[in-house]
T-cell receptor, first 112, second 118 residues
C-alpha cells in the first residue's frame, strides 16, 4: 500500500542554515505530494504541494520537487529562521485508498 | 484562504463524560471531512471519513460506538467521544476538502482539540 517515510528528528539548526528534510514515498499510480507544517499546539497548515512528476512546490522560501525516479519529495530551505521551528509532515494522496497518508513528522528546532 | 474552525481547542473532563468536538468549514462547503488523532510525538492517524448526509467510514480498529461522527450539513461535522476514559486523551484534528475539489487538492485542517480525561 501507499506509505511515506521521512527522516527522523529532531533537526537542530542555527539561524540562516540550510535545511533539508528527506521524504520518500511508496505508491501505486501517480500520487499528489504535500508538505504540511504544525506549529506548537496548533493544527496542520499546508506548506506546499506538487501534483505531478518534476513539479516544484514552493512557499515562504521552502521548496520541494516531485522526483518520480527516486520517489522523493525532499523539503529544502536556503536560510531558516527561528520562526520556522515546527513539526513538518510529508504526505501523499492518491491511488485506490482515497486517503491522505502522512509521514511520522520531523521536528525542526532553529536556534538564534 | 480556506479556513476550518475546530471547537473547543481544549477540553479537560472527568472519566465517563461524553465530549463533542465541532469542525466547521467557514468559507466553503465540504462534502467530506476527516477526523484524525495524534499521539504525542507521532503522526496523524486517520480515524474516520465523514460524508455529508451519510454514515461515516471508520478506519480499521476505530470503535464506531465510541467515536460518534455526524455530518449534518455541508459546513459542520461533529465528533463525540462517548464515555471518555484516560486512554482517549489525545489531540484530535479535523480537516475538510472543498466541495467539488479534486482528489489532488489539499485538505484544510482545523487547529485541533486537546482532550484530557482525568
Amino acid at each position: 500500500g501507499n506509505s511515506v517515510t521521512q527522516m527522523e528528528g529532531p533537526v537542530t539548526l542555527s539561524e540562516e542554515a540550510f535545511l533539508t528534510i528527506n521524504c520518500t514515498y511508496t505508491a501505486t499510480g501517480y500520487p499528489s505530494l504535500f508538505w504540511y507544517v504544525q506549529y506548537p499546539g496548533e493544527g496542520l497548515q499546508l506548506l506546499l504541494k506538487a501534483t505531478k512528476a518534476d513539479d516544484k512546490g514552493s512557499n515562504k522560501g521552502f521548496e520541494a520537487t516531485y522526483r518520480k525516479e527516486t520517489t522523493s519529495f525532499h523539503l529544502e530551505k536556503g536560510s531558516v529562521q527561528v520562526s520556522d521551528s515546527a513539526v513538518y509532515f510529508c504526505a501523499l494522496y492518491g491511488g485506490a485508498t482515497n486517503k491522505l497518508i502522512f509521514g511520522t513528522g520531523t521536528l525542526l528546532a532553529v536556534q538564534p | 484562504g480556506a479556513v476550518v474552525s475546530q471547537h473547543p481547542s481544549r477540553v479537560i473532563c472527568k472519566s465517563g463524560t461524553s465530549v463533542k468536538i465541532e469542525c466547521r468549514s467557514l468559507d466553503f462547503q465540504a462534502t467530506t471531512m476527516f477526523w484524525y488523532r495524534q499521539f504525542p510525538k507521532q503522526s496523524l492517524m486517520l480515524m474516520a471519513t465523514s460524508n455529508e448526509g451519510s454514515k461515516a467510514t471508520y478506519e480499521q480498529g476505530v470503535e464506531k460506538d465510541k467515536f460518534l461522527i455526524n455530518h449534518a450539513s455541508l459546513t459542520l461535522s461533529t465528533l463525540t467521544v462517548t464515555s471518555a476514559h484516560p486512554e482517549d486523551s489525545s489531540f484530535y484534528i479535523c480537516s475538510a476538502r472543498r466541495q467539488g475539489a479534486g482528489s489532488n487538492q489539499p485538505q484544510h485542517f482545523g487547529d485541533g482539540t486537546r482532550l484530557s480525561i482525568l
